[in-house]
């Protein structure tokens, strides 16, 4: 795949708050809540010290008088004492939860979306775990500073990173069938004797990532094509399987990268000749120039929505093809399956043998309320036996060479230190493999340092293996997945 993946992280600004009293009498009904974190479709948190803390909202919505649209997301400040009950009174409304077992917490919430209308939902949340917190105490994880050149001489520079190979070949490869359904979890697969938590034991640590949701992807938007709305919803269903919050799209990113899709197709034959980054765009080219780079494309199209984070591209006829492509890599994949994208606008254009599709995203920064999202996720089947490691840029390569196994990846709130990591298979033989983070991989040092990963040095055989990371906090998360049926 030649693809461009930028990670920009803004700052995200919580709403007022003020503290009020939660319930009581968790003990008289054996009801004791697990500290740590909370991960649901709408509603994440903490439970630390007796309060409940980093109260975070998936992006909401709501429709008012006169067809008015208003919207609430990120941290809600303040915390609040809990027992069986927790009464959390933002300035913005009030958001209740009831505790219905030590690990399960359901509630409803009322939240004023400016002067626009209120948003009403009902909830639910799963304990996934008690992460230890090794940041300084910022609340908060961005791209990497700096300025360096790859060894091709691409430019790396403040989180972004510039296409290694430039010109108008296809380098997105399906990679084997995924399977994404909607959010739904395997059941299927053997657990450990004594297990619990989100994942029916194929999580099996002392943290999970997720769980899987089941969100409804939002109403399709009037701007949207048909090809737009389609891969919404196909990325939603990703997401839901992982249990990352639902995205929204937005017309002006959808129609910035519909606007560069048009413009390399029109313009194929001077991007092959010249080298020129697919991720730019030179205005000496003549019609529909609308930006050098995707941040000048974005504001161009009118966004105003927040910061932009990012652009991937792939070459392909549908967007279903477009996202397994993006899924089955190293770092494309992670800005389409993490918590802190909000915002995203697709777009293709097939002209004769060329075809192309755009993603371009807007996000926030890291929270401590955020889920840990790993792929494959806990329990999944189907998953490709190999990859064949065509990306740009490209990632560290097995001692032999690609093809490798599929890419396993864990994506955290921060950057974590994992002391040893293991693959193994059914019968917990090791599996030699080539592990990545941010010290072994200059890109995920400057693309993603919340993010480890690692796949087999050759394709898998069909069965089922384990993943095990060891934290230095002593944290252990650990999932299997099956390759194969």
Known sequence: MRGFLCVLLLFFAACGSSSSAGGSGAAALGITPNPGQWQGADVSFRLVNGQVTDLTLAPLTCTGPGGCQGSLSGPLDGSWPYGVLFDATPAAGQVVGNFIANTS??????????TCCQISVTWSADWVGDLTDTSSGDDSTSGADGSATDASGNDVDGG?????????GKDVDGGGTKDTGGG?????????????????????????????????????????????????VLLNQYRNAVGAPVVNSDCSLAKASKAHADFYVTHVSQYNASGLSVHEEDQSYGAGFTGVNFWDRDTAAGFSGGQTSGEVIAFETTPAAALQGWIDT?????PLLSPTTQLIGYGQQISG??????????GRNGLKSDPIIV????????????WNGL??????????GFPSGPVVTAQFWTAMTVTSHQLTDAGGNAIAHTWLDQKSDPNLANLAPETVGLYANKPLA??????????STGDVLAWRFTVGN
């Not at 972004?160 to 108008?168: E, F, R």
């Not at 029916?200 to 399709?220: C, K, L, M, V």
């Not at 190293?330 to 992670?334: A, D, E, M, T």
């Not at 043998?353 to 807007?362: E, H, K, L, M, R």
């Open 184 to 232: 739904s979890k395997d059941t299927g697969g053997s657990t450990d004797a004594g297990s619990s938590g989100p994942w029916d034991g194929a999580s099996f640590g002392t943290i999970h990532p997720g769980p899987a949701q089941n969100a409804a992807s939002p109403a399709p938007l009037s701007c949207l094509t048909s090809d737009q709305q389609n891969a919404e």
């Open 375 to 386: 792929w494959p996720w806990p329990g999944q089947h189907n998953v490709a036996a190999s």
């Open 105 to 114: 917490v359901a509630g409803s919430l009322q939240l004023q979306a400016g």
């Open 330 to 334: 190293v770092y494309h994949r992670l």
């Open 160 to 168: 972004s990173l510039k296409d290694t190979d430039a010109g108008g």
């Open 462 to 471: 069909n069965g089922t293996y384990a993943v095990s990371l060891t934290l």
């Open 353 to 362: 043998g060329t075809a192309i599709n755009v993603i371009d995203s807007s």
């Open 391 to 400: 990306e740009g840029p490209t990632p560290p390569a097995p001692p032999s």
